[in-house]
């Protein structure tokens, strides 16, 4: 799993442009088991996911009858995603024990299983995640969601890349040696999925304390935000850079 993952982001990190990210992506969510993907980048409102994504590969005519049908103002996936903060498993089944039977009836229909959601760092006026679909009933797991979370970060990092300018030349591990040994304890909570109030209480240090330290991290790091900073720690990892283990790795 280890070196299929690190191949898969290699393949990422080595895109040129939006349209090689896209198909590498796709070859990675196929390759891990998940039958499509729909990543929206930094959206107004939650109707965008669906209606104008940044990379998917859903057809014009889904995207079209979701739009049609108004899905947007119902759809409880939509909803969740744009509420929490932390990567999450669903189910067509489970959304119809919660009461949303249409839904599930339409997720069926569509011939999906379930998938894995990951929420990005919602900020004022910028919504982000990246959704993966399944198609067969065998259950996801933790596992599943590592690896999904994993090749989102890259996604998003190689997005800022080609998008946004942000420089990528610096080796990571020179990146990474301007942290503290604490704040290097920060970052890998940070990469696996943990908001800054969990981290506070997992390494016994105040809220504003761990918000501090992001922010130094960034400075630091060059990058514009922490999904950046822990793709660039796990990438290290993946590719033993890192001499030592940081909290409980």
């Not at 942290?179 to 506070?200: F, P």
């Not at 960034?218 to 999904?227: N, S, W």
Request: charged share 20%; hydrophobic share 40%.
């Amino acid at each position: 799993m280890l070196k299929k993952l690190s191949d898969a982001i290699d393949k990422l990190s080595s895109a040129q442009n939006m349209t090689m990210l896209q198909s590498s992506l796709s070859s990675a969510v196929n390759d891990f088991g998940f039958v499509s993907f729909n990543f929206a980048w930094n959206k107004r409102h939650a109707g965008e996911f669906m209606e104008d994504p940044l990379l998917t590969t859903w057809s014009k005519a889904d995207l079209e009858t979701y739009s049609r049908d108004r899905w947007a103002a119902r759809d409880p996936l939509l909803k969740k995603a744009v509420e929490e903060t932390t990567p999450f498993l669903w189910t067509a089944d489970a959304w119809q024990k919660m009461g949303y039977s249409e839904y599930a009836e339409y997720l069926k229909v569509s011939g999906i299983h379930g998938g894995i959601t990951i929420p990005l760092g919602q900020e004022v006026g910028q919504l982000s995640a990246m959704t993966l679909l399944t198609v067969t009933d065998t259950p996801l797991s933790t596992e599943n969601l590592h690896v999904a979370t994993t090749l989102t970060r890259y996604v998003v990092a190689r997005t800022q890349v080609l998008r946004e300018g942000i420089d990528a030349a610096k080796p990571d591990i020179l990146r990474l040696q301007s942290l503290s040994s604490h704040q290097m304890e920060i970052l890998h909570w940070v990469s696996q999925g943990k908001t800054n109030r969990e981290i506070a209480v997992i390494v016994g240090k105040s809220r504003s304390t761990i918000d501090y330290h992001l922010e130094e991290i960034r400075r630091k790091m060059g990058v514009l935000t922490r999904a950046q900073a822990a793709v660039i720690f796990t990438r290290a990892k993946l590719n033993g850079a890192l001499s030592q283990s940081y909290g409980h790795c």
